[in-house]
């Protein structure tokens, strides 16, 4: 998908995407308080939804609300046949939308069902100032590209100034047919709103500045949606550096299920800006890892990282792996290699999480100089069989560690254990396994991660024959597991370690940059 040419945006912006908060309120008196708001944050508009006030005199309210305002206004009065509040005469409904015209609204939205009713009621007038979005929404689905670009031309030839229309994402690769006719519409200076809705369609509203929407909506607090996947503000100014994204802007992102607990964004997003690299860094809700990369192949897409449940899947879907990668059996890297495009896959998992335990067992985080490792001959058991304790597993063997692997289904951890030239355990058999005092013990499942903070994989009473104890969940940053360990005297180890390492690893790899590790490790201080 190519990317559009955006005319000149004014100074400090890359781009000329608008940001909307939407607004709703019981109250004109909230509206304005919420109003007040958004032109601090910075915003470009305020939609204001009537639907969602509890007693509404359409001229007095409207009136007092255009006389505060302090922003331009898109006023919305959305009908619950089309998923919004209002369940009254219809009417009525668009009689407020006209005085919002004569009033001065600087936009109204109107559904194209009702669209050319409501043209007809206002033929013959103008209406100066205010620009009238038609819009339609699918609460269940994204059509086809031909069927988007159809419903473009159905919404423009009711003489609509701009094109709004909202689909839902019943699968990430959703999105890109909305970009194509994003960018179709831009080319031939259409205004379009294209939004796809739900968790898998957040990327619809963040490079919608890339591909060149007309706006994107952000919420004033986290939650408080008009539609869902609504991104706050603050995610979309200052986690995705919206103002700054602009067509060259490249894409990065976390494939995964689930991915909204990550802290990559913040991370790399921060990395991204302070050496001024101009790429975003976006999570990305992935069902079918496959499809996903065979859908977003062109090269605005560059790079991203890989968690559950896709690492080993990745492998086979890499034109090259890293060798390392290969030997392990997991990517939790891709690059989309400039010269052809071919898609590269890494491993750096492993690094994290070694480096992390070597540095836990000599008592610093600042390495040592000694070239044998204190993994060396130690016992080490590996939780998990998955993609992280693959990594985990095989960089504990490399190290010279005797390598266990317990895992809820056996056969996969026999599986493992048997590539790697170590053992295997079912997990219900580890509070017994006490082979020598001093072992090791890695966690690499997603057993204690939010929200099942309550789980721990092992009791808190097997955990005396340990010497360290590691985790490489780190959403909660201190799990069931570490506090347990700590308890019971045993030096432990974060998940933040082993996630802070391969994120080193990630970044230099997106960027052919050296990773600014005391800045990483200045961002995540606070999680």
């Given at each position: 998908m190519d990317s559009p040419n955006i005319t000149a945006p004014s100074v400090g912006r890359k781009n000329v995407t608008l940001i909307c908060v939407p607004v709703i309120a019981e109250s004109v008196e909230k509206m304005k308080i919420d109003m007040h708001k958004a032109k601090a944050e910075g915003v470009d508009l305020v939609e204001l939804r009537l639907d969602s006030l509890n007693t509404f005199n359409p001229f007095q309210d409207i009136n007092i609300l255009i006389r505060h305002r302090l922003l331009p206004l898109l006023f919305t009065y959305r009908p619950k046949w089309e998923g919004g509040m209002y369940d009254g005469d219809e009417n009525k409904r668009l009689d407020a939308l006209r005085i919002a015209m004569e009033l001065g609204a600087d936009y109204i939205d109107v559904e194209l069902k009702v669209a050319p009713q409501f043209y007809d009621s206002i033929r013959g007038k103008t209406y100066n100032q205010t620009r009238v979005i038609v819009s339609s929404h699918n609460f269940e689905l994204t059509p086809s590209t031909e069927d988007l670009g159809n419903l473009v031309a159905r919404i423009q030839a009711t003489g609509a100034d701009i094109v709004?229309?909202?689909?839902?994402?019943?699968?990430?690769?959703?999105?890109?047919?909305?970009?194509?006719?994003?960018?179709?519409?831009?080319?031939?200076?259409?205004?379009?709103i294209g939004i796809v809705m739900g968790d898998r369609g957040l990327i619809s509203r963040v490079l919608c500045a890339k591909f060149g929407g007309y706006l994107t909506f952000g919420t004033l607090e986290s939650g408080v949606v008009s539609a869902p996947g609504q991104p706050s503000l603050k995610d979309l100014l200052h986690l995705y550096n919206f103002r700054a994204l602009a067509p060259d802007t490249k894409v990065y992102g976390l494939i995964g299920k689930p991915v909204s607990q990550s802290k990559s964004p913040t991370l790399l997003n921060e990395a991204f800006k302070s050496v001024g690299f101009n790429g975003v860094y976006i999570i990305l809700l992935v069902d079918d890892i496959a499809n996903f990369l065979r859908t977003y192949s062109s090269t605005d897409f560059m790079g991203f990282s890989v968690t559950l449940p896709h690492k080993e899947t990745a492998v086979k879907l890499c034109d090259e792996v890293d060798p390392v990668a290969k030997s392990i059996g997991a990517v939790n890297c891709i690059i989309r290699r400039p010269t052809d495009g071919k898609?590269?896959?890494?491993?750096?998992?492993?690094?994290?999480?070694?480096?992390?335990?070597?540095?836990?067992?000599?008592?610093?985080?600042?390495?040592?100089?000694?070239?044998?490792s204190p993994l060396a001959g130690k016992l080490f058991v590996v939780i998990g069989a998955g993609g992280a304790g693959k990594a985990v597993a095989y960089g504990a063997k490399e190290k010279g560690a005797r390598v266990v692997i317990a895992n809820r289904t056996y056969d996969r951890a026999r599986e493992l254990a048997d590539a790697i030239g170590g053992e295997a355990l079912p997990l219900a058999d580890l509070d017994n396994f006490h082979s020598e005092d001093g072992m090791i013990l890695a966690n690499t499942s997603s057993i204690g991660m939010i929200p099942k903070v309550d789980e721990t994989p092992i009791s808190k009473h097997a955990l005396k024959h340990y010497s360290?104890?590691?985790?490489?969940?780190?959403?909660?940053?201190?799990?069931?597991?570490?506090?347990?360990?700590?308890?019971?005297?045993?030096?432990?180890?974060?998940?933040?370690?082993?996630?802070i390492g391969q994120a080193y690893g990630q970044f230099e790899n997106f960027t052919g940059l050296p990773a600014p590790k005391k800045l990483f490790r200045q961002i995540m201080k606070d999680y």
């Open positions: 709004k229309i909202a689909t839902t994402a019943v699968d990430i690769a959703d999105v890109a047919r909305m970009f194509q006719i994003t960018v179709h519409s831009q080319v031939r200076n259409v205004p379009l898609l590269i896959g890494y491993n750096t998992d492993y690094v994290g999480a070694i480096s992390a335990i070597e540095d836990g067992l000599r008592g610093n985080h600042n390495g040592s100089s000694t070239t044998v360290i104890v590691f985790d490489a969940v780190y959403t909660p940053k201190m799990t069931r597991l570490l506090k347990e360990a700590e308890e019971a005297g045993v030096t432990i180890v974060t998940g933040f370690e082993m996630f």
